[in-house]
């Protein structure tokens, strides 16, 4: 028999795409020697997106939907697609064919040679604007000094996974999802490969300055406890600190001159204050994602799917 092949593709307000997409990945699979099936995964769009799909679906037999009830975010998208994907190995790529369909053939034929993950990495373009290409390399420079995992700086969400990793990944019960860095961290036989990345070929990008920022501090914090112990570090030196202020503070009001302290009490109040609501933040955000995770929340909801 010969192997099949999901192509999981998450979607929000891309409407102008997936025609374009559904249409290139059919012929780029009449040359393979390959059946796929394509899973779009609507993360809730308003634009329509879902009625393009569902007429997709109703006139080729390759493609598959899921649409959720509302926006889940792209990591949500991506979970459901592996949770839905039968192939014997799952492809996942962009909507709106920034990701190069031409690569997919080259990560098959890394698959068949025997690699469980072919990760792609992107190359710097001017594709990219300035802003998304330092805040990315600033992103991974951090998280690789905080975690155990290394990701190369320009990692995707564009790769292939061979069954064995799927099954590993459709089991994480983890609410915070990362895709970057589970893929890396599950292990596995693992090749990276580069590619150039398109220009968005309809509409805007989804991801907001918000959904960024989100999406890093998940990251960093679904792989490192370490800014929890800077923070007890930081508070340990600034203590010690303190501690030896004191006998200066003593000194000054036996010497009578307790009035010229003001400034410096007031520069310390200040400082301390900024230190721990810095440090209590850090604390925060690591209760907070124990406090999600412990209410075991399903991490997207279906509203409707041609998929049985
Ligand atoms: N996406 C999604 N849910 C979101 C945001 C984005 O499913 O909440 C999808 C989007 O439709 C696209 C992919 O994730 O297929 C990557 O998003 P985008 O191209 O906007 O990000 P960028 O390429 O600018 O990083
Ligand atoms: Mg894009």
């Given at each position: 028999m010969t192997k099949l092949v999901s192509v999981v593709v998450p979607v929000y307000n891309e409407k102008d795409n997936v025609v374009l997409l559904s249409q290139t990945l059919r012929d780029t699979f009449a040359v393979l020697p390959y059946r796929y099936n394509t899973i779009f995964v609507d993360?809730?769009?308003?634009?329509g997106t879902a009625d393009v799909i569902r007429r997709l679906a109703a006139e080729n037999k390759h493609v598959r939907y899921i649409s959720f009830s509302r926006n889940f975010g792209h990591q949500a998208a991506l979970k459901a697609g592996l949770d839905m994907a039968d192939g014997d190995c799952v492809i996942s790529m962009d909507?709106?064919?920034?990701?190069?369909?031409?690569l997919i053939p080259v990560m098959l034929q890394k698959w068949e040679e025997g690699y469980d993950v072919v990760y792609t990495l992107r190359r710097e373009?001017?594709?990219?604007?300035y802003f998304k290409r330092t805040t990315s390399n600033a992103f991974y420079s951090m998280l690789n000094r905080l975690s155990d995992i290394t990701i190369e700086k320009?990692?995707?969400?564009f790769r292939l996974l061979n069954r064995n990793v799927v099954e590993v990944v459709r089991?994480?019960?983890?609410?915070?999802?990362f895709f970057r860095g589970l893929v890396k961290w599950s292990g596995f036989k693992q090749l990276g490969i580069e590619y150039d990345p398109a220009k968005r070929?309809?509409?805007?990008?989804?991801?907001t300055f918000k959904k960024m920022m989100r999406f890093a501090l998940q990251g960093i914090t679904s792989f490192s406890t370490k800014p929890l112990y800077a923070a007890i570090y930081l508070g340990f030196v600034f203590s010690l600190l303190a501690l030896l202020y004191i006998p200066y503070v003593l000194y000054s009001y036996w010497m009578g001159h307790?009035?010229?302290g003001w400034a410096s009490i007031i520069v310390t109040i200040a400082f301390f204050g900024g230190m721990q609501l810095m440090i209590l933040g850090i604390i925060g955000l690591y209760l907070g994602k124990l406090f999600m995770q412990s209410?075991?929340?399903?991490i997207y909801i279906v509203k409707e799917s041609n998929i049985s």
């Open positions: 993360d809730g769009s308003t634009d909507g709106d064919m920034q990701h190069p369909p031409e373009d001017e594709n990219l604007s320009g990692a995707a969400d089991n994480f019960q983890e609410s915070d999802l070929n309809s509409g805007v990008s989804k991801y307790v009035i010229s209410k075991k929340r399903p």
